[in-house]
């Protein structure tokens, strides 16, 4: 069984700066893509960021140049660097992996969510 537990949501002032992480626990043989989506109100959830296992990255058109995306192998984490935030970017904020088990077997695993407010 694999977790992922997300941390670093929160209020933030327009003009802010946020920064999420994910660790992954668990049975992991190997961590595929990574990747943060966000979902807002009425809205469905869309991608943010993702990141192969090579390092590779993709962003939302609506978050390139403010929102970095990192990985760290070692500690099965991703986090996402969050900049110059907009209202537009409060949404709840989940983090997947592409988690292999064995050298057979991958899994899509998300995490919890979490709230990141941008209000004035």
């Known amino acids: 069984q694999v977790q992922l537990l997300e941390s670093g949501g929160g209020l933030v002032q327009p003009g802010g700066s946020l920064r999420l992480s994910c660790a992954a626990s668990g049975t992991i043989f190997s961590i595929n893509g990574m990747g943060w989506y966000r979902q807002a109100p009425g809205k469905q959830r869309e991608l943010v960021a993702t990141?192969?296992?090579?390092?590779?990255?993709n962003y939302a058109d609506s978050v390139k140049g403010r929102f970095t995306i990192s990985r760290d192998n070692a500690k099965n984490t991703v986090d996402l660097q969050m900049n110059s935030l907009k209202p537009e970017d409060t949404a709840v904020y989940y983090c997947?992996?592409?988690?292999?088990?064995?050298?057979?077997?991958?899994?899509?695993?998300w995490g919890q969510g979490t709230q990141v407010t941008v209000s004035s």
């Open positions: 990141i192969s296992a090579g390092g590779r990255t």
């Open positions: 997947n992996m592409g988690v292999k088990t064995s050298i057979w077997y991958e899994y899509s695993y």
